[in-house]
């Protein structure tokens, strides 16, 4: 069967699914994008998605075309038209196709909206179980992070470097400090058994997933700084974990071909993991 996407009001086959190439998301990157895990046919942490959508859309001055409730039925529909059991729900929001290639803001222009969903095995994935290496690079993205912009051509990038290095996620790097993974949130566990991950800021993108994995932390009374790190603190951390919609918590077992902890995804991970997935099969909606 082929797969059903949604485009400014229709359901179409993906094929036919199209947008103009005067679409500002193609020429300037002027979007936003957001994705959210389903689990069991419904949507997880979608809420919170949703509220960093209209964040997002707003710290860039774009009026989404749809309200947020109008949006998650159209989330939820086109799960139901494609028996999606579990994967991911894409949807994307650019400013428009205007008549020209201006760079200033359209007049009249309705904004673009698009979803499609993806199939992915989020709870039984074979890295949740192996974790995932990860290759190091200079983070060289814009300075307004924490905006879910479709301008990914630095992620592209590194992520192309850590395909080529068999790893699974590269993290990015500034002033000596990790900044997040390519599209996840870093953490580590120290000796002395607090989870760290970097504060939010424009320095990041603000998960979705890290956000709900710090306040189930939390309410376990577990320990949590949310500060920097750097690679030398990780390499000599207990445990390492990376977080996300579609991938939910997985251990980090190698930085840069040198083992963190003793190469396997530590049981700090596995309880988060554990927790978050509960927590997410709890939630969905
Ligand atoms: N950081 C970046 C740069 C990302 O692209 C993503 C997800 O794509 C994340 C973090 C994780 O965010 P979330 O947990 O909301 O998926």
């Not at 936003?32 to 689990?39: F, G, K, M, P, S």
């Not at 912009?149 to 790097?173: H, R, T, Y």
């Not at 000796?191 to 979705?208: F, H, W, Y």
Request: with cysteine; hydrophobic share 45%; proline share 3%.
């Amino acid at each position: 069967m082929e797969k059903i996407a949604y485009v400014n009001g229709s359901y179409v086959p993906l094929s036919e699914a199209k947008v103009s190439v005067l679409d500002r998301g193609f020429l300037f990157a002027d979007g936003i994008y957001e994705v959210a895990a389903v689990l069991d046919g419904k949507l997880v942490d979608n809420a919170s998605h949703l509220a960093r959508l209209e964040r997002s859309v707003g710290e860039i001055r774009l009026e989404l075309p749809e309200t947020i409730a109008r949006i998650q039925e159209i989330q939820k529909e086109l799960v139901a038209r494609n028996k999606l059991v579990n994967g991911m729900v894409y949807l994307e929001v650019t400013r428009g196709a205007d008549t020209g290639r201006d760079f200033a803001f359209p007049k009249g222009v309705k904004p673009t909206l698009v979803m499609f969903t993806s199939e992915k095995d989020i709870v039984g994935a074979p890295s949740a179980r192996t974790g995932i290496n990860v290759i190091t690079v200079p983070d060289i993205r814009w300075e307004r992070r924490d905006i879910k912009s479709v301008a990914l051509l630095a992620q592209v990038l590194a992520k192309q470097a850590a395909a080529e290095a068999g790893a699974g996620e590269a993290w990015m790097i500034e002033d000596g400090k990790v900044t997040e993974g390519g599209s996840s949130s870093a953490f580590i566990l120290t000796q002395d058994d607090v989870i760290v991950t970097r504060q939010n800021g424009s320095e990041i993108l603000p998960g979705c997933t890290r956000k709900a994995v710090v306040a189930l932390a939390e309410e376990r009374q577990l320990r949590v700084e949310e500060r920097a790190f750097s690679i030398e603190e990780a390499l000599a951390a207990k445990e390492a974990f990376i977080t996300s919609a579609s991938l939910f918590v997985q251990g980090v077992v190698a930085i840069d071909g040198k083992k963190v902890g003793n190469g396997k995804p530590g049981p700090m991970t596995d309880r988060l993991r554990e927790i978050y997935v509960e927590f997410a099969k709890a939630t969905a909606v």
